[in-house]
């Protein structure tokens, strides 16, 4: 059970490029989600899915497409790479909430740190 | 919207120091609070949570109660040690039915032998 995988580590774009970051997970969950991570800045959610062939807007998602077509996998796509998309990006994966009033835990991956130049 | 602050690091104690990192946060209605933690070069890694008023959860000698009356939930250990020397989310999940999570900024704990 590897949990939520994430590749590649590190990557340097220049200006322009586009690039994929995969994410996977081998716990059968349902909801997946995107994060950036900036200095003193926290999480900030980029993209979100509830389930296969499900995908919505976080905070942050001007300059990011993602697909999710099936459970396992939910890449996110960088079409032309800015300086301001300098981050680590962290994927997370959860089970279904029961109900409205449920909390589940999000399991991180160990992220990509990308830098943009 | 719903937020969280939390105190600014760094934090730096000693080995066996007591160990206090404040969060307070602002939401609608009751959500839930989590304590995450980031060891170097990981992702993160749900530590404590809590879901409803005076809960308190715990793991590993952490601790945080969830006080509505002054929407706190703040992390403690009474003796820190050296492998505890991470950095520190706080976060909340509203009741929207969907497991947004908020993140404070983070708080680094530095402890030294």
């Known amino acids: 059970n590897a949990g939520v995988t994430q590749t590649p580590k590190f990557r340097i774009l220049k200006i322009g490029q586009s690039m994929t970051l995969q994410c996977a997970q081998d716990m059968n969950h349902n909801y997946m989600y995107w994060y950036r991570q900036d200095p003193g800045m926290g999480l900030k959610l980029i993209y979100y899915s509830v389930g296969a062939g499900i995908t919505d807007k976080g905070e942050v998602p001007n300059g990011y497409n993602v697909s999710r077509s099936t459970t396992e996998d939910f890449p996110l796509r960088l079409e032309l790479a800015a300086p301001s998309q300098t981050s680590v990006y962290f994927c997370?994966?959860?089970?279904?909430?029961?109900?409205?009033?449920?909390?589940?835990?999000?399991?991180f991956g160990p992220g990509t740190r990308l830098t943009v130049t | 919207g719903d937020s969280v602050t939390q105190m600014e690091g760094p934090v730096t104690l000693s080995e066996e120091a007591f160990l206090t990192i404040n969060c307070t946060y602002t939401?609608?209605?009751?959500?839930?609070l989590f304590w995450y933690v980031q060891y170097p070069g990981e992702g993160l890694q749900l530590l404590l949570k809590a879901t409803k008023a005076d809960d308190k959860g715990s793991n590993k000698g952490f601790e945080a109660t969830y006080r509505k009356e002054t929407t706190s939930f703040h992390l403690e250990k009474g003796s820190v040690q050296v492998s505890d020397s991470a950095v520190y989310f706080c976060a909340l999940s509203g009741n929207t039915g969907f497991q947004k999570l908020v993140f404070g900024t983070g708080t680094r704990l530095l402890v030294s032998p």
């Open positions: 939401a609608t209605g009751y959500p839930s």
């Open positions: 997370a994966s959860s089970s279904s909430p029961l109900s409205r009033s449920s909390s589940y835990e999000q399991y």
